[in-house]
T-cell receptor, first 114, second 113 residues
Framework: DTGVSQDPRHKITKRGQNVTFRCDPI?????LYWYRQTLGQGPEFLTY????????KSRLLSDRFSAERPKGSFSTLEIQRTEQGDSAMYLC????????????FGPGTRLTVL | AQSVTQLDSQVPVFEEAPVELRCNYS??????LFWYVQYPNQGLQLLLK??????LVKGINGFEAEFNKSQTSFHLRKPSVHISDTAEYFC???????????FGQGTRLTINP
C-alpha cells in the first residue's frame, strides 16, 4: 500500500478565489473521509463517502464547500469564494468499509487564505 | 452526541521518564476509542484502538492505553519516553456504526533531554 495521498500539500490563495484539493485513498478502501483541522485544535469531521455515494455531511460544510468521489476512487474537495476563516489543514482518510473499521490519514493539505 | 476532553494541552517530560496522557469521553451509547499521533507537518498515525474485549490495549512504539468504562476514560501511557516521541497526540471516539471520528483538542508531548 502506498498510503493515502493528498495534493497539493500546501495552497496559498487570495480571499474570494476557488480552490480544489485531491485525495487518493488506499486502493480497495471503500470509505473516504474529509476532516478539517485548525491551528491548535483536533480534526473535525466534514463528510464521508461510501464508494461514490456521499452519505453524511457536517453542518461545518457550508454551501461554499462541495466534495465529490465520481468513480468511487479519488475524491476532490472544492471551496468556492474562499474566506480567511477557511485557512486550515484539510485531512483525508480512508478505510476498508467493514465492521470495526480503522481510518488511515493522509498528510493533509494546508490552506492559507490571504 | 459524543465529546472528548484531553485534560492536558501540554505535557513536558524528561527522556526515559514515564508519561500518561489523559483522555475522558462523553457518550450515551457504546463507542470505539482511538489514539492518534501527529508529527510536525504530517497527517495522523494510529497508535492504538479499543473496540471490545480486554481493557488494556497495546499499540505501536511501546504505547498502551486502558479503557475504563466507569470513569469514561482512555488514558495513554508509556513507561519510558524517547526524544522521537515528541509530537501531538489526539484521543478520538467513534459511536459504533457512525463512521466518523470525534477528536479531542490534542496534547503536545515535549521530551526534554
Amino acid at each position: 500500500d502506498t498510503g493515502v495521498s493528498q495534493d497539493p500539500r500546501h495552497k496559498i490563495t487570495k480571499r474570494g478565489q476557488n480552490v480544489t484539493f485531491r485525495c487518493d485513498p488506499i486502493s480497495e478502501h471503500n470509505r473516504l473521509y474529509w476532516y478539517r483541522q485548525t491551528l491548535g485544535q483536533g480534526p473535525e469531521f466534514l463528510t464521508y463517502f461510501q464508494n461514490e455515494a456521499q452519505l453524511e455531511k457536517s453542518r461545518l460544510l457550508s454551501d461554499r464547500f462541495s466534495a465529490e468521489r465520481p468513480k468511487g476512487s479519488f475524491s476532490t474537495l472544492e471551496i468556492q469564494r474562499t474566506e480567511q476563516g477557511d485557512s486550515a489543514m484539510y485531512l483525508c482518510a480512508s478505510s476498508l468499509g467493514v465492521y470495526e473499521d480503522t481510518q488511515y490519514f493522509g498528510p493533509g493539505t494546508r490552506l492559507t487564505v490571504l | 452526541a459524543q465529546s472528548v476532553t484531553q485534560l492536558d494541552s501540554q505535557v513536558p517530560v524528561f527522556e526515559e521518564a514515564p508519561v500518561e496522557l489523559r483522555c475522558n469521553y462523553s457518550s450515551s451509547v457504546s463507542v470505539y476509542l482511538f489514539w492518534y499521533v501527529q508529527y510536525p507537518n504530517q497527517g495522523l498515525q494510529l497508535l492504538l484502538k479499543y473496540l471490545s474485549g480486554s481493557t488494556l490495549v497495546k499499540g505501536i512504539n511501546g504505547f498502551e492505553a486502558e479503557f475504563n468504562k466507569s470513569q469514561t476514560s482512555f488514558h495513554l501511557r508509556k513507561p519510558s519516553v524517547h526524544i522521537s516521541d515528541t509530537a501531538e497526540y489526539f484521543c478520538a471516539v467513534e459511536r459504533q456504526g457512525a463512521q466518523k471520528l470525534v477528536f479531542g483538542q490534542g496534547t503536545r508531548l515535549t521530551i526534554n533531554p
